[in-house]
C-alpha cells in the first residue's frame, strides 16, 4: 500500500496540479471521489495560474474543509473550528518551506513567458517536494 505522499506525487507525476494532488490523497478518506476532486483542485494549481497561494498549500486547505468546514449557513462554529484549523496548517507549512506563494517557492513570477518557463522547469523538482510536504503536514495534524 503506497503512502498518501508517494500517492500525491504520483498524482503530480501523472499530471495533475499540485492542489489536486494533495487533495486526491486524501478523497478515500473523506468520500470524495478522485475525477471529482482533481476537477474541484484544477484551478488552483500554480498558485490559482497567477503565482499567489503554493497548490500544494490549496490543496490541503480543501483536505481542511472537508474535515472541518461548515455544513450549513447556522454552523458558525464549524466556520471558526475550520478557520483555526487553516491557521495552524498555514502556520506549519510556512516554517517547513518558508513560504505559501509559488512566485517565492519557486523564485520566478509564472505570469511571465520567463517566468512560466522556470516553473515549468522547477515542476518536476520542486513541487514534488512541495506536494509531499503538505500530505505530510496533514498527516501529521491528524487527517
Known sequence: MRSKSEFATTQLAGGLGCAASVLSAFCEDY???????????????????TGEVCGAVTGALLVVG????????????????CRA??????????ETNSALTCRDLLGCD????????????????VCPTLVKSAVEILEELGY
Request: proline fraction near 0%.
Open 31 to 49: 468520500g470524495l471521489d478522485v475525477k471529482k476532486a482533481a476537477k474541484i483542485a484544477c484551478g488552483l494549481g500554480g498558485g490559482c495560474a
Open 66 to 81: 472537508l474535515k472541518f468546514g461548515q455544513e450549513t449557513v447556522e454552523d458558525m462554529d464549524a466556520k471558526a473550528d
Open 85 to 94: 484549523h487553516v491557521l495552524n496548517f498555514i502556520s506549519k507549512f510556512k
Open 110 to 125: 509564472i505570469t511571465t513567458e520567463e517566468g512560466f518557463a522556470v516553473y515549468l522547469e522547477k515542476r518536476g523538482t
